[in-house]
């Protein structure tokens, strides 16, 4: 069974820094993708950053400049999303995605709240 552990959400100030780290364990491989979603109150998940296997990664277009997604060396099952820059619309409660072999697993959530 896949199980992903999150860590790092909590509450910040507008203008400041937070990491968001999930690390991946058991039966997996064949990793495709590692990435984060966010969903908001009200609002549909929404695609926050992904990092493919063979490196590319892909960010919403409200995060670019601000977000970086990176994954942990080979055999570390762990992404991480360093999050700057926080505005207040960043608030969210933000999922691990990991797809595999077709397979898309998720995490239970870590809350961001950004205050203004």
């Known amino acids: 069974q896949v199980q992903l552990v999150e860590s790092g959400g909590g509450l910040v100030q507008s203008g400041g820094s937070l990491r968001l780290s999930c690390a991946a364990s058991?039966?997996?491989?064949?990793?495709?993708?590692m990435g984060w979603y966010r969903q908001a109150p009200g609002k549909q998940r929404e695609l926050v950053a992904r990092?493919?296997?063979?490196?590319?990664?892909?960010y919403a277009d409200s995060v670019k400049g601000r977000f970086t997604i990176s994954r942990d060396g080979p055999g570390k099952n762990v992404v991480h999303l360093q999050m700057n820059s926080l505005k207040p619309e960043d608030t969210a409660l933000y999922y691990c995605?990991?797809?595999?072999?077709?397979?898309?697993?998720w995490g239970q959530g870590t809350q961001v709240t950004v205050s203004s």
């Open positions: 995605n990991v797809n595999y072999l077709s397979r898309d697993c």
């Open positions: 058991g039966r997996i491989s064949g990793i495709w993708t």
């Open positions: 990092i493919i296997v063979n490196g590319a990664t892909n």
